[in-house]
């Protein structure tokens, strides 16, 4: 598959979609659209910003994951283990968040509650390290959990892994965080830490507590197991909060964080209806 091909900015259809239920909850999923979800629905409510409105582009949709690399790499450009590599380069002169929200994934198992999806990376000149890709999709009373894997494969690999739901435009954020990363002139993250400003942002920041939003009615806590957290809330349709397990430019930010052939970094990202 020729990633290059695959901008962001291009329109992608959700093609079949599969649903799992619980209650008064529906997840909609796109397995062919990059393994997102197409749409999350409580008590009638719609919560993702979908493809029927007017944002076909494969980036400004649903709920999709992030991998091998969350966020911007610089000019898709990073240094692993004495080797200077060059990703496709998908929004302008960035690579940005993987490729995996632009493949199909598999099906690898399926039942009212819950599906498994898979997908085999590349192994080739736009991604040398191949892997394997695994993400779980679960729902219960009151809960949607996500998990995402991402397996190295016969040889070390750098890696970052994440979500990036698009909510419609919450009524209200309780979002606290401690750090943030501080943005240069090509809006890719970089350090030192900073002291968040206020709003709106297009940001990382440091997050080890719940983040809750409000619609509708309805009030939604979000935890997960990752403390980086991007924020995007500079439009008037949507709000994206988008944990991940490091920083945008993770590659070159953090470049110690390689795995070893057949190890597995993973995460998991939960959304609680609270009453």
């Known amino acids: 598959m020729d990633l290059a091909c695959h901008d962001a900015q291009s329109p992608m259809s959700p093609g079949p979609l599969v649903r799992i239920a619980y209650g008064m909850l529906a997840v909609d999923i796109a397995p062919s659209a990059g393994g997102r979800i197409a749409q999350i629905t409580c008590d009638h409510v719609a919560w993702l910003v979908g493809h029927d409105e007017g944002n076909e582009a494969m980036i400004a949709w649903g709920s999709y994951p992030m991998l091998p690399w969350a966020g911007r790499i610089r000019h898709g450009r990073f240094h692993f283990r004495g080797r200077d590599y060059q990703l496709p380069l998908n929004f302008g002169s960035h690579a940005i968040h993987g490729f995996a929200f632009g493949m199909p994934w598999w099906i690898d198992a399926h039942s009212p509650t819950h599906v498994d999806l898979s997908l085999p990376l ?90 809750f939003i409000h619609r509708e009615g309805q009030r ?12 995007y809330d500079e439009t008037d349709h949507a709000t ?12 070159n930010l953090a470049p110690t964080q390689s795995f070893s052939p057949g190890s597995t970094l993973s995460a998991w990202f939960e959304l609680e209806w609270m009453s």
């Open 240 to 251: 994206c909060i988008e944990p991940q397990s490091g920083p945008p430019d993770a590659f």
């Open 220 to 231: 939604i806590r979000l935890t997960s197991n990752c403390d980086h957290w991007v924020v």
């Open 122 to 211: 590349p192994e080739d000149e736009s991604w040398p390290f191949g892997g394997v890709a695994r993400q779980r999709i679960e729902v219960s009373q009151d809960r949607l959990r996500m998990t995402l894997s991402l397996t190295a494969g016969e040889q070390p690999m750098p890696a970052s892994i994440g979500w990036h739901p698009w909510f419609r435009k919450p009524d209200r954020v309780e979002f606290a965080p401690t750090r943030m990363y501080p943005r240069d002139a090509e809006g890719i993250a970089t350090l030192p830490l900073i002291d968040p400003p206020q709003g709106p942002w297009d940001d990382c920041f440091l997050n080890d507590k719940p983040v």
